[in-house]
């Protein structure tokens, strides 16, 4: 089937605002996954229903066999340019629980870019041995790029966005709604919640790509707390404004807990200076001590999309609250059921999941 991005150039493609690539995107169903704006309300919640379901199956051994058989004859590229633990080792394990097989690249000095080869050449000759690509790079826009050059080929491959430049991390978002789905499961769900971010607002595009996606539920109140030079882009809050949610952006992280129902920390992102200039800001009142539990609400969730330095003490790991280390294993469900959408075996899982309630 021809995808939507064949038919239309680059030129025109690229100089779409974002809410109209996802829209071209989302004419594919679930394919190019490049934008945290593909994902409506009912595309996050089903998803998540589906990890739910690929959860529950493989908790028995035969579930696992049946998972495993479903994309046996399919293969995962996995090309990572930017250093990568979670995101990386999670696609793997979804990879696998499905029976993808797997090859990758994470160090270009390795591969053919060394000699010269351009991106676009290395993507395309990926094309041609595997049927999904997974990349991360620091070039924001380079998913984009390779998508719709893929697009327009004889292989046109579907391509998971892993991490882009600063600008967006789709499947971290997409994870982290899950969390909130399932913290939130027994409080009404998403809706009416106020959650706090924290941290390096101005560059974690886990954040960006996180704060879109709390458009699709209502009555949000977004906080984000943050030295004045890390605070969050107009660019993301002109969103918000066009989805009407509200927000506030303050500096004051201690009396912003309290009201919190969800905590979203994030670590400052230095690896983007160009003078070491984030060693000149001041974070520790960004930083959540166990002295802070006391302040935070009973059923409110600490997240966080690691890796972490100073800005959760490790003592805060204890309590019941603090749940990003499950967030992270939720990371991988939510990418196995977000791979087995994209090759359309989501009807598969569905319909097995019954057996194993
Ligand atoms: C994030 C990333 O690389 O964007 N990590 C992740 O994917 N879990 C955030 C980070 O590195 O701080």
Known sequence: MKQSLAGISWKAFSGME?????AYLAEDGVFHVLLAQQFDRARLENLGMLATCVRRIAKKEEGMTFLRSLLANRRAMLYFSQPSSRTFLSFCAACQILGLQIGEVRDTSTSSEFKGESQ???VRTFSSYFDLIVMRSQIGGLAERMAWQLSNTERPVPIIN???GKDQHPTQALLDVYTLQRSF???GGVDGKTILFVGDLARGRTVRS??????NYRDMQLLFVAPPELQIGGDILALLDRAKVRYELSGDFESAIPRAD???MTRIQDEWDTAGESQKIDTSKFWFMSRHLALLKPHAVILHPFPRRQEIAVDVDDDPRAVYWRQMRNGMWIRAALIAAIFRKDADILSLAERFV
């Open 162 to 164: 892993a991490g882009s």
């Open 185 to 187: 499961e027994r409080q």
């Open 210 to 215: 996180l704060a879109w996606l709390l458009t």
């Open 120 to 122: 676009e050449d290395s």
């Open 18 to 22: 974002v809410k109209d690539k996802a």
């Open 262 to 264: 969800a905590i979203y």
